[in-house]
């Protein structure tokens, strides 16, 4: 009996775990939980074999070709990085992200936290300094010998060069005089092949010079493998001195604790001294301390002016494309909905849906800029920016003009699919559905949410989820151009900064706002599953 | 004789003055309206002092707490510092005076505070350079004698004309410093570099050369894609082209004259004006960055350069790769990989009391715009006088300044406080046409192209 | 009086040059309580009269009469049952029901309501099923929750869209038999359109042909003697029920020859007759 209990309520969990994988459209785990429950064994790998391995093995193919190819494909501008190099870059973002967050923590911490943390750090610090000298040298070598091994090899071609270019100049000189002497005496015919002739020596000369120019050129332009890790090093070892030296100073003098103490410590000691003072200097030392007063107000709400770090960035795109996609829904689905119920609305919105739908976002941007900071003059004293700068969780934002102009750009890219579907949607309700509201007498409302809606949803959102796929990629171009901190910034930032990491950089970036893409979309036919019913659209 | 000496203790005090301060000295906290600032800055070495400021503790000193955020291009900038967006900003020396005077953006922004001398530098294309050494024997040598002149770019121009092009050259901002640099160096040949007016506001009327827009980091990968045959830049962006072969730099803006304003830290008028002890307070942290990033030690070597373009090499900063960063930020400059020069006043911070805000310097950027008719009808001398009082504010930075001596991080000689606000007379021009800040209109009439009143 | 009247009804479709007359002159009077089946070929109008019959088409000319008053729009009133059962897919059968009793009896407390709806999805077999949606059910249950949905409205005439023709044998007989059960015990009015004369007779006190379109009209009718409970195993062996039968047939029969020359229609058909191996004819034009 409890064996049949155990064998239903395992039933049971499978049934459920089938019903979240056809929920989430994760349908190739579906054959893992059939095969750990001994479901016909060699169908599931052969499921397995096709909807799993064979994915895997087509990504490390392309990682394969892409290690394979990288190394050869060079520009001037720089050359594209290798997996490897992208994991490295991934590593250094992370590290000042995570650098950034503990400078914060630091920040804040209390007088008994800090102090052996601040032990700790200056050991560290020691240390770095030591690496980062040895590096130093490390570098200073390397280019030693690098620099070394190219005059070597420039040497000879160099000498070359100088020695042609200087019996070039006088045979020039002496072959040109002795061609003018001659030419008194030739006709004219015979001159100009004459000069022709000595044209065409002067250029292949200067052909020789330039192509020796030329090898000069790339020899003093090759990369030096060893010099380059040297730098890497350097850059590094160079860096974590530099942070924690900052970080000493944030857990040292710079900690809010500290300013707070010594804030008070000044006050009391203004308090001490008011004792003896007389009236006049009462009044000024009274008034030193209010405005210590007020200083320590000001200490206690401040926080560490922390930089952007590519995780804050990529939680503040998420947050504006819902913003822009929260604002293009609340848009679209009453105008499609009122489309679907009225040709004659319809044909009103059609000129609008036609004519703006195509429209970029960088068109847009620059005009919801312009609107946005027309309606938010002052971002410091407007109610709306102060209101999302006090809101609890999303405050931490910083929603500023930019990210609205960004939000709405997204709304207004990605409205349209939303729109026409809710149309759709709505004029396609079946016939016997509406005979059912005429039967039951349904009043507008009723129909309308009883009957309309839920029939129309599935296609609704359907439409959502495209605008969300749309709209993220709309995202990353509209900040981009807003310096709206987000991905977008941080991709333009990286493309800005040249570095020889920055291609690398920006290359994590194409594997962040593809992943991120991604789960949205899930997300998105997550929900069209909840709402879909039998005979409406499949959700692919 | 006498000056050099002079110059030489003034370079010890300021050693000392830096090396005493962080023990001895302490700054004494304004009443700040507001604390928590933002500040905008594009990525150009010469934000160091607004890094510097950052990077060092001098605002936190002063009670601030900043952020400093990267801008993508001069437009945004100084929209957000219009719209308040940010506080204040890192920003062309053209742009408070074109923004007052209404060329572009119309608005109020003012500046106390002058951060940095030179900078620039002007790069052609690789086969540009080749065709100017075949034109003039003398640069073909690995290290041509200097300055060059852009009477060796006449042949190549001539050439363009010939064939019914016009050769393309970039510079950053209709208002930049690069742009009337790269004019001025032109003209000095004789090269019509296109004149504005109210109907071409992309300044190629009569144009031998065409000049147009770029932003900064982008340069280097404009001219390799052929677009434009050379530019007018701040660094790191000459160095990038040298270090990948992509460009020549033919000429650096200190040739062109000599100890130029560059950039200046803009703020809004009303924001200055609702926040002047916060305003002071900036100034002050930045005079003391201004100064770490001049200190030298007694032989003149520069100490803190190194690790100031450490810092700048962040990707939150300027994000360049450091050793690009480092040659023209610890004074040298390569010309071409074999042709690295020291360069000991590319960047100036601090000396030749370069962060004070001269009138005398807005009154030269009004006599570019009125040159080369951005302003587009003759004003007269007494205008120039007004308007350059309007955006700068000298006074501002004389309060800081007194505040700085009084807490002992700077001496006396380090401000120059009995001034009218105008640089002595100056004939350090690649032309060698004297420039006076009292009289605009005559130097305007010294000139042969542009409109000369 | 009677409960329902129909009185030269007329229905076309199209513009008047080229119009479509699908119902011509139909006369029709329904008692209270009595149970009349509407039988006809498909195609033959049906859905329109049926349509006419639940007020959501409008008659071009002619009137309808409930109770002596003109129809003109749909309501609970006439509770129409559709062939294709439109339930909403998206509500479970709990809420399909719910949907209707709120909207008919707005002033139901809420206990009471969920009484009363428990009442009827009980009384068609489908308490075990409450929360199931219309997808988990299979097409008999389907029907049982339409029908379900159509009585908790209470309304003064059922009306049967071919009810049962999309089922399995075995299912339909036993709806059949809970469609008479509930007739029986609430005593209602019921109208079926149907294409099966077994059926009609079956369940019927009259049976009504509808001629063939275009312009169908209602033929005399059929009036089923025969008594109640009416059991179907020994029905077949009733004489009343065989000579009720072949004459309805007959006529349908003769009225799709008629059909056939009227258009003209030259079909050369091999000349056999089906034989009725099951004893259960359902109408259809391939019997010509």
Same mark, same amino acid.
């Given at each position: 009996?409890?064996d049949?209990?155990?064998?239903t309520?395992?039933e049971?969990i499978?049934?459920?775990?089938?019903?979240?994988i056809d929920?989430t459209?994760?349908?190739?785990?579906?054959?893992?939980?059939?095969?750990?429950?001994?479901?016909?064994?060699?169908?599931?790998?052969?499921?397995?074999?096709?909807?799993?391995a064979?994915?895997?093995?087509?990504?490390?193919?392309?990682?394969?070709?892409?290690?394979?190819w990288?190394?050869h $494909?060079?520009?001037k501008?720089g050359?594209?990085?290798?997996?490897?190099?992208?994991?490295?870059?991934?590593?250094?973002?992370l590290?000042?992200?995570e650098?950034?967050?503990?400078?914060?923590?630091?920040y804040?911490?209390?007088?008994?936290?800090?102090?052996?943390?601040?032990?700790?750090?200056?050991?560290?610090l020691?240390?770095?300094?030591?690496?980062?000298?040895?590096?130093?040298?490390?570098v200073?070598?390397?280019?030693?010998?690098?620099?070394?091994?190219k005059?070597?090899?420039?040497?000879?071609?160099?000498?070359?060069?100088?020695?042609?270019?200087s019996?070039y100049?006088?045979?020039?000189?002496?072959?040109?005089?002795?061609?003018?002497?001659?030419?008194?005496?030739?006709?004219?015919?015979e001159?100009? &092949?004459?000069v022709?002739?000595?044209?065409?020596?002067?250029?292949?000369?200067?052909?020789?010079?330039?192509?020796m120019k030329?090898d000069?050129?790339?020899?003093?332009a090759?990369?030096?493998?060893?010099?380059?890790t040297?730098?890497?090093?350097?850059?590094?070892? &160079?860096?974590e001195?530099?942070?924690?030296?900052?970080y000493?100073?944030?857990l040292?003098?710079? #900690?809010?604790?500290?300013?707070?103490a010594?804030?008070?410590?000044?006050?009391?000691?203004?308090q001490?001294?008011?004792?003896?003072?007389?009236?006049?200097?009462?009044y000024?030392?009274?008034?030193k301390?209010?405005?210590?007063?007020?200083r320590?107000k000001?200490?206690?709400?401040?926080?560490?002016?922390?930089a952007?770090?590519?995780?804050?960035?990529?939680?503040?795109?998420?947050?504006?494309?819902?913003?822009?996609?929260?604002?293009?829904?609340?848009?679209a689905?009453? @105008?499609?909905?009122?489309?679907?119920?009225s040709?004659?609305?319809?044909?009103?919105?059609?000129?609008f849906?036609?004519?703006?739908?195509?429209?970029?976002?960088?068109?847009?941007?620059?005009?919801?800029?312009?609107?946005?900071?027309?309606?938010?003059?002052?971002p410091?004293? $407007?109610w709306?920016?102060?209101?999302?700068?006090?809101?609890?969780? @999303?405050?931490?934002?910083?929603?500023?003009?930019?990210?609205?102009?960004?939000?709405?750009t997204v709304?207004m890219?990605?409205?349209w &699919?939303?729109?026409v #579907?809710?149309a759709?949607?709505? &004029?396609?309700?079946?016939?016997?559905?509406?005979n059912?509201?005429?039967?039951?007498?349904?009043?507008?409302?009723?129909r309308?949410?009883?009957i309309?809606?839920?029939?129309?949803?599935?296609?609704?959102?359907?439409?959502?989820?495209?605008?969300?796929g749309v709209?993220?990629?709309?995202?990353?171009?509209?900040?981009?151009?807003?310096?709206?901190?987000?991905?977008?910034?941080?991709?333009?930032?990286?493309?800005? #900064?040249?570095?020889?990491?920055?291609f690398a950089?920006m290359?994590?970036?194409?594997?962040?706002?593809?992943?991120?893409?991604?789960?949205?979309?899930?997300?998105?036919?997550?929900f069209?599953?909840?709402?879909?019913?039998?005979?409406?659209?499949?959700?692919? | 004789?006498?000056?050099?000496?002079?110059?030489h203790?003034?370079?010890?005090c300021a050693?000392a003055?830096?090396?005493?301060?962080?023990h001895t000295a302490?700054?004494?906290?304004?009443?700040?309206?507001?604390?928590?600032?933002?500040?905008?800055?594009i990525?150009?070495?010469d934000?160091?002092p607004?890094?510097?400021?950052k990077?060092?503790?001098?605002?936190?000193?002063?009670g601030?707490?900043?952020?400093?955020?990267?801008?993508s291009?001069? %437009?945004?900038l100084l929209d957000?510092v219009?719209s308040?967006?940010?506080?204040?900003?890192h920003?062309?020396?053209?742009?408070p005076?074109?923004?007052?005077i209404?060329?572009?953006?119309?608005?109020?922004?003012?500046?106390? !505070?002058?951060?940095?001398?030179?900078?620039?530098?002007?790069t052609?294309?690789?086969?540009?350079w080749?065709?100017?050494?075949?034109?003039?024997e003398?640069?073909?040598?690995?290290?041509p004698?200097h300055?060059?002149?852009?009477q060796?770019?006449?042949?190549?121009?001539?050439?363009?004309l010939e064939?019914?092009?016009?050769?393309?050259?970039?510079?950053?901002?209709?208002?930049?410093?690069?742009?009337?640099?790269?004019? !001025?160096?032109?003209?000095?040949?004789?090269?019509h570099p296109?004149m504005?007016?109210?109907?071409?506001?992309?300044?190629?009327?009569?144009a031998?050369?065409e000049?147009s827009?770029?932003?900064?980091?982008m340069?280097?990968a404009?001219?390799?894609?052929?677009? *434009?045959?050379?530019?007018?830049?701040?660094?790191?962006?000459?160095?990038k082209?040298?270090?990948?072969?992509?460009?020549v730099?033919?000429?650096?803006?200190?040739d062109?004259?000599?100890?130029?304003?560059?950039k200046i830290?803009?703020?809004?008028?009303?924001?200055?004006?609702?926040?002047?002890?916060?305003?002071?307070?900036?100034?002050?942290?930045?005079?003391?960055?201004?100064?770490w990033?001049d200190?030298?030690?007694?032989?003149?070597?520069? *100490?803190n350069?190194?690790?100031a373009?450490?810092?700048?090499?962040?990707?939150n900063?300027v994000?360049?790769?450091?050793?690009?960063?480092?040659?023209?930020m610890?004074?040298?400059?390569?010309?071409?990989?074999?042709?690295?020069?020291?360069?000991p006043?590319?960047?100036?911070?601090f000396?030749?009391?370069?962060? !004070?805000?001269w009138y005398s310097?807005?009154?030269?950027?009004?006599t570019?715009?009125?040159?080369?008719?951005?302003?587009?009808e003759?004003?007269?001398?007494?205008w120039?006088?007004?308007?350059?009082?309007?955006v700068y504010r000298?006074?501002?930075?004389?309060e800081?300044?007194k505040?700085?001596l009084?807490?002992?991080?700077?001496t006396?000689?380090d401000?120059?406080?009995?001034?009218?606000?105008?640089k002595?007379?100056?004939?350090?021009f690649?032309?060698?046409?004297?420039?006076?800040?009292?009289?605009?209109?005559?130097?305007?009439s %010294?000139?042969?192209?542009?409109?000369?009143? | 009086?009677?409960?329902?009247?129909?009185e030269?009804?007329?229905?076309g479709?199209?513009?008047a040059?080229?119009?479509?007359?699908?119902?011509h002159?139909i006369?029709?009077?329904?008692?209270?309580? +009595?149970?009349?089946?509407?039988?006809?070929?498909?195609?033959?109008?049906?859905?329109?009269?049926?349509?006419l019959?639940?007020?959501?088409?409008q008659p071009d000319?002619?009137t309808?009469?409930?109770?002596g008053?003109i129809v003109?729009?749909p309501g609970?009133?006439?509770?129409?049952?559709?062939?294709n059962y439109?339930?909403?897919?998206?509500?479970?059968?709990?809420?399909n029901?719910?949907?209707?009793?709120?909207?008919?009896?707005p002033k139901?407390e809420?206990? +009471?309501?969920?009484?009363?709806i428990?009442h009827?999805?009980?009384?068609?077999?489908l308490?075990n099923?409450?929360?199931?949606?219309?997808?988990?059910l299979?097409?008999g249950m389907?029907?049982?929750?339409?029908l379900?949905r159509?009585?908790s409205?209470?309304?003064?005439i059922?009306?049967?869209?071919?009810?049962?023709?999309?089922?399995?044998?075995?299912?339909?007989?036993?709806?059949?038999? +809970?469609?008479?059960r509930?007739?029986?015990?609430?005593?209602?009015?019921?109208v079926?359109?149907?294409?099966?004369?077994?059926?009609a007779?079956?369940?019927?006190?009259?049976?009504?042909?509808l001629t063939l379109?275009?312009?169908?009209?209602?033929?005399s009718?059929f009036?089923?003697?025969?008594?109640?409970?009416r059991?179907r195993?020994?029905?077949?062996?009733?004489d009343?029920?065989k000579?009720?039968?072949?004459?309805?047939s007959?006529?349908?029969?003769?009225?799709?020859? +008629?059909?056939?020359?009227?258009t003209?229609?030259?079909?050369?058909?091999?000349?056999?007759q089906?034989?009725d191996?099951?004893?259960?004819?359902?109408?259809?034009?391939?019997?010509?």
């Amino acid at each position: 009996m409890s064996d049949e209990n155990r064998r239903t309520a395992t039933e049971r969990i499978k049934h459920f775990l089938l019903q979240v994988i056809d929920l989430t459209a994760l349908g190739f785990l579906e054959p893992v939980v059939r095969l750990i429950y001994g479901e016909e064994p060699r169908v599931q790998i052969r499921k397995i074999g096709r909807f799993v391995a064979v994915p895997i093995l087509a990504f490390l193919c392309f990682v394969g070709i892409w290690a394979a190819w990288a190394p050869h $494909h060079k520009t001037k501008a720089g050359e594209v990085p290798t997996p490897s190099v992208v994991s490295e870059a991934y590593t250094t973002i992370l590290t000042f992200s995570e650098r950034e967050d503990s400078k914060e923590e630091a920040y804040l911490l209390s007088e008994a936290e800090r102090v052996p943390l601040l032990q700790q750090a200056e050991a560290q610090l020691l240390k770095a300094r030591t690496t980062a000298q040895a590096a130093d040298e490390a570098v200073a070598h390397a280019q030693e010998a690098d620099t070394a091994s190219k005059k070597q090899l420039t040497e000879r071609i160099s000498e070359q060069l100088k020695t042609h270019k200087s019996t070039y100049k006088q045979e020039r000189k002496t072959r040109e005089n002795a061609l003018k002497t001659e030419l008194g005496t030739l006709s004219s015919n015979e001159s100009i &092949a004459r000069v022709a002739a000595f044209r065409e020596w002067k250029s292949k000369q200067t052909r020789l010079q330039k192509s020796m120019k030329e090898d000069l050129a790339r020899i003093r332009a090759q990369v030096n493998p060893k010099v380059q890790t040297a730098l890497a090093q350097q850059t590094s070892c &160079a860096e974590e001195v530099q942070y924690l030296s900052s970080y000493c100073d944030i857990l040292s003098k710079s #900690n809010k604790e500290s300013k707070l103490a010594a804030i008070d410590a000044e006050i009391l000691a203004l308090q001490n001294s008011m004792k003896q003072a007389d009236t006049k200097n009462r009044y000024k030392q009274a008034d030193k301390i209010l405005v210590l007063h007020e200083r320590r107000k000001k200490v206690e709400a401040s926080s560490y002016a922390k930089a952007s770090t590519l995780p804050m960035q990529i939680i503040r795109s998420i947050a504006c494309v819902f913003a822009g996609f929260l604002i293009g829904t609340v848009i679209a689905v009453p @105008i499609g909905v009122c489309c679907g119920l009225s040709s004659t609305f319809m044909a009103a919105v059609t000129p609008f849906i036609a004519l703006f739908k195509p429209v970029s976002p960088i068109v847009w941007l620059p005009i919801l800029l312009i609107i946005v900071g027309g309606f938010i003059p002052d971002p410091e004293t $407007h109610w709306l920016i102060q209101w999302l700068w006090d809101a609890p969780l @999303i405050g931490e934002l910083k929603i500023n003009p930019a990210f609205l102009a960004s939000a709405l750009t997204v709304a207004m890219c990605s409205l349209w &699919a939303t729109m026409v #579907n809710a149309a759709l949607g709505v &004029a396609s309700v079946d016939e016997d559905h509406l005979n059912v509201a005429k039967v039951l007498r349904l009043g507008f409302c009723a129909r309308l949410f009883k009957i309309i809606l839920p029939s129309s949803l599935p296609l609704i959102f359907a439409g959502m989820r495209i605008s969300l796929g749309v709209g993220w990629m709309v995202l990353i171009a509209a900040e981009l151009l807003a310096s709206s901190e987000g991905i977008g910034k941080f991709v333009w930032d990286q493309f800005n #900064n040249g570095a020889s990491d920055s291609f690398a950089k920006m290359f994590v970036v194409v594997f962040v706002v593809g992943f991120v893409g991604l789960i949205l979309d899930r997300i998105m036919i997550i929900f069209q599953r909840l709402v879909s019913f039998e005979g409406s659209v499949a959700a692919i | 004789m006498l000056s050099s000496l002079l110059r030489h203790t003034a370079i010890i005090c300021a050693s000392a003055t830096f090396c005493l301060p962080l023990h001895t000295a302490e700054t004494e906290q304004l009443e700040l309206e507001k604390s928590e600032l933002k500040f905008g800055f594009i990525k150009l070495t010469d934000c160091a002092p607004l890094v510097i400021a950052k990077e060092k503790g001098f605002f936190s000193d002063e009670g601030l707490s900043v952020e400093v955020v990267a801008q993508s291009n001069w %437009k945004i900038l100084l929209d957000n510092v219009i719209s308040g967006e940010l506080d204040g900003a890192h920003m062309l020396s053209g742009q408070p005076i074109a923004a007052t005077i209404g060329i572009g953006t119309k608005a109020h922004i003012v500046t106390a !505070y002058t951060m940095d001398l030179n900078g620039n530098a002007i790069t052609v294309s690789n086969s540009v350079w080749s065709r100017m050494q075949e034109a003039d024997e003398s640069l073909d040598t690995e290290t041509p004698p200097h300055p060059i002149s852009a009477q060796s770019l006449r042949p190549v121009v001539d050439e363009y004309l010939e064939n019914g092009e016009k050769l393309q050259m970039g510079m950053v901002f209709p208002v930049s410093t690069h742009n009337y640099e790269l004019r !001025y160096w032109l003209a000095s040949s004789g090269i019509h570099p296109g004149m504005y007016s109210a109907s071409d506001v992309g300044g190629r009327t009569s144009a031998e050369v065409e000049l147009s827009v770029t932003p900064p980091p982008m340069m280097p990968a404009t001219l390799e894609a052929g677009n *434009i045959q050379g530019y007018c830049v701040g660094e790191p962006w000459n160095q990038k082209a040298v270090s990948t072969s992509i460009g020549v730099p033919v000429v650096t803006n200190y040739d062109i004259w000599k100890n130029n304003p560059e950039k200046i830290f803009g703020v809004s008028a009303a924001w200055a004006e609702e926040n002047p002890q916060t305003h002071l307070a900036v100034v002050k942290a930045l005079i003391r960055a201004g100064q770490w990033l001049d200190a030298t030690d007694t032989q003149g070597t520069l *100490i803190n350069r190194s690790e100031a373009a450490r810092i700048l090499s962040g990707s939150n900063y300027v994000g360049a790769d450091f050793d690009i960063i480092k040659n023209s930020m610890t004074g040298f400059f390569y010309f071409q990989k074999t042709d690295k020069r020291a360069m000991p006043e590319f960047n100036v911070f601090f000396d030749h009391f370069c962060t !004070y805000p001269w009138y005398s310097d807005g009154v030269w950027f009004l006599t570019q715009m009125r040159r080369w008719g951005q302003i587009t009808e003759a004003k007269p001398a007494s205008w120039y006088a007004e308007t350059a009082q309007k955006v700068y504010r000298p006074d501002v930075y004389r309060e800081a300044a007194k505040l700085l001596l009084a807490e002992g991080f700077i001496t006396e000689e380090d401000i120059p406080w009995d001034t009218d606000g105008y640089k002595a007379p100056t004939k350090e021009f690649i032309d060698g046409i004297l420039y006076d800040g009292h009289d605009p209109l005559g130097y305007l009439s %010294k000139h042969t192209i542009g409109h000369k009143e | 009086m009677s409960l329902l009247t129909l009185e030269h009804v007329n229905k076309g479709f199209g513009p008047a040059a080229n119009r479509y007359e699908v119902l011509h002159d139909i006369n029709l009077s329904v008692e209270e309580n +009595e149970f009349v089946a509407i039988i006809g070929f498909s195609g033959s109008g049906k859905s329109t009269l049926m349509s006419l019959l639940a007020g959501l088409t409008q008659p071009d000319s002619g009137t309808m009469r409930l109770r002596g008053e003109i129809v003109n729009k749909p309501g609970p009133e006439l509770g129409i049952m559709f062939q294709n059962y439109s339930l909403l897919p998206w509500l479970s059968v709990y809420e399909n029901v719910e949907i209707a009793v709120r909207q008919v009896f707005p002033k139901m407390e809420k206990g +009471e309501r969920a009484d009363y709806i428990r009442h009827y999805t009980s009384m068609v077999g489908l308490d075990n099923a409450e929360w199931k949606k219309p997808s988990e059910l299979s097409g008999g249950m389907r029907q049982r929750l339409s029908l379900a949905r159509t009585l908790s409205m209470k309304p003064d005439i059922l009306l049967l869209d071919e009810p049962l023709s999309a089922l399995d044998a075995i299912t339909r007989s036993s709806l059949q038999d +809970e469609i008479i059960r509930i007739w029986n015990d609430d005593k209602k009015t019921v109208v079926m359109i149907t294409n099966d004369v077994d059926e009609a007779a079956l369940m019927a006190d009259r049976i009504v042909p509808l001629t063939l379109g275009p312009a169908a009209t209602l033929a005399s009718d059929f009036p089923v003697t025969l008594d109640r409970p009416r059991d179907r195993t020994t029905l077949n062996y009733n004489d009343t029920f065989k000579t009720l039968r072949n004459d309805v047939s007959q006529f349908m029969m003769s009225l799709s020859d +008629e059909a056939q020359t009227e258009t003209n229609d030259t079909y050369i058909l091999p000349d056999i007759q089906p034989k009725d191996f099951t004893q259960h004819t359902v109408l259809s034009r391939a019997h010509s």
